[in-house]
């Protein structure tokens, strides 16, 4: 009895779970309201707030299924493939492919980012696992490069910043099938690649850690053991 329960339950909570992303993408994320999601989904504002205690959490559970949906991909697509080019293209682009459709709605979300006290924050306290995970899979992806411990240490949340910088642009892309987006992103790998191959020559190591201690002092890169924890299975 109580796996059948649990499983209704899921089941009510990807119904409104569905419904909610669904008028968050056709009225937009403020005009939807919790009533609107529960009226449409066929159920009490009350027992939809049983499942989600607010629209933040709606966005929060949306948070995780991309990093879920960001992991897989990369993990599946990367198989094979030998090139860094190739790991790093795949993990930007999948990204990028996955939020296509949701461009009005993460436009929406951005104003949030400049509250870090804000749950739905993309740079908050309450997104920093999300923060972790896009930076594991980042490091999974420069995992078979020889780069020395400081480099590796560096480099996933170079590929973080880079890529949050990507899709600011490509919410603002309006060419033809965003190509603008795909070619600053092929270009930004191919620049990506070449400036590993210098950055890891030991003639830098003195600045790669200067650069490390002036971003640990600021708190703004975590400890690589934060993010191998963080890697979605």
């Known amino acids: ?27 937009g994320f403020d005009a939807t309201t919790m009533r609107d999601v529960a009226g449409a989904a066929g159920m009490s504002l009350g ?33 094979g493939a030998k090139k860094l080019a190739d790991r790093l293209s795949i993990a930007f682009q999948s990204k990028l492919e996955i939020l296509r459709d949701d461009r009005p709605l993460m436009g929406a979300l951005l104003r949030f980012a400049g509250d870090p006290r804000h749950p739905l924050s993309f740079f908050g306290a309450a997104t920093r696992e ?5 930076m ?43 190509r603008k987006t795909i070619a600053l992103t092929a270009g930004a790998v191919s ?16 600045l790669r850690r200067r650069v490390i201690a002036l971003l640990d ?12 924890l963080a890697r979605i299975a």
């Open 191 to 206: 620049l990506i690649v070449a400036a590993l191959k210098v950055a890891r020559l030991p003639v830098l190591r003195p």
């Open 217 to 228: 002092d600021a708190k703004l890169i975590p400890d690589s053991n934060a993010i191998e």
């Open 1 to 27: 009895m109580f796996k059948t329960v649990t499983a209704k339950g899921e089941d009510t909570r990807e119904r409104i779970y569905g419904t909610a992303l669904t008028l968050f993408r056709e009225r």
């Open 130 to 134: 999300h923060r972790l995970q896009s």
């Open 47 to 79: 027992a939809a707030y049983h499942y989600f205690p607010g629209k933040d959490a709606i966005v929060l559970a949306y948070y995780d299924r991309v990093s879920h949906a960001h992991a897989r991909r990369v993990a599946e697509e990367t198989v």
């Open 136 to 178: 594991a899979v980042f490091a999974a992806a420069l995992s078979d490069e020889p780069l020395p411990d400081d480099l590796a240490r560096l480099a996933p949340v170079a590929l973080w910043a880079l890529h949050m910088g990507l899709l600011l642009y490509f919410l603002h892309d309006e060419s033809p099938g965003h």
